[in-house]
T-cell receptor
Framework: DTGVSQNPRHKITKRGQNVTFRCDPI?????LYWYRQTLGQGPEFLTY????????KSRLLSDRFSAERPKGSFSTLEIQRTEQGDSAMYLC????????????FGSGTRLTVV | KNEVEQSPQNLTAQEGEFITINCSYS?????LHWLQQHPGGGIVSLFM???GKKKHGRLIATINIQEKHSSLHITASHPRDSAVYIC???????????FGKGTHLIIQP
């Protein structure tokens, strides 16, 4: 297993366009998390899945954001009608089931909305 | 909601110096993580602590649950240690981590 993989690494899009990011977690990890990180700040929690179930969503996740994990393996994060304020690094992490296991992070997808 | 404060925000030191980065949080946690983030975004998990002290190579992490405080120490610092070090905490529930803003460390040769 090569760790958590995120694609694409970079995405530049025009305001108003839709974008979709993909995260492939470590295969035996049940939990998958999405975070957003803006310049100079720590990451902020967006949402997480346990297997295919989306168990929690942050208030940061507006109606334009949707995340799926259809088969409990990879996940997608879609942003509709992108705004300049959506420009950020989108990080994915996965962990095994259980409250005190470590996380493995992906390298992130850097989104720039122009 | 847990508040996570890190200090200092920026730290520049000379190669070989002993480095300490501090993290304080406001409410009870089940675990605290120290993470390292290099330019370009990749995050590496360094430690996960729920009590006491852990050591890995030149890195040492301690946590005081009563004082809601943790420290990350780097001994014999090296330019390759230059990175952003982030403290993150996990509550008792199954939600995600709450992160500090990070400490930007530069080790000069």
């Amino acid at each position: 297993d090569t760790g958590v993989s995120q694609n694409p690494r970079h995405k530049i899009t025009k305001r108003g366009q839709n974008v979709t990011f993909r995260c492939d977690p470590i295969s035996e990890h049940n939990r998958l998390y999405w975070y957003r990180q803006t310049l100079g700040q720590g990451p902020e929690f967006l949402t997480y899945f346990q297997n295919e179930a989306q168990l929690e969503k942050s208030r940061l996740l507006s109606d334009r954001f949707s995340a799926e994990r259809p088969k409990g393996s990879f996940s997608t994060l879609e942003i509709q009608r992108t705004e300049q304020g959506d420009s950020a690094m989108y990080l994915c992490a996965s962990s095994p089931l259980g409250t005190n296991y470590g996380y493995t992070f992906g390298s992130g997808t850097r989104l720039t909305v122009v | 909601k847990n508040e996570v404060e890190q200090s200092p925000q920026n730290l520049t030191a000379q190669e070989g110096e002993f480095i300490t980065i501090n993290c304080s949080y406001s409410v009870g946690i089940s675990a605290l993580h120290w993470l390292q983030q290099h330019p370009g975004g990749g995050i590496v998990s360094l430690f996960m602590l729920s009590s006491g002290k852990k050591k890995h190579g030149r890195l040492i992490a301690t946590i005081n649950i009563q004082e809601k405080h943790s420290s990350l120490h780097i001994t014999a610092s090296h330019p390759r240690d230059s990175a952003v070090y982030i403290c993150a905490v996990k509550g008792g529930g199954a939600d995600g981590l709450t992160f500090g803003k990070g400490t930007h460390l530069i080790i000069q040769p």
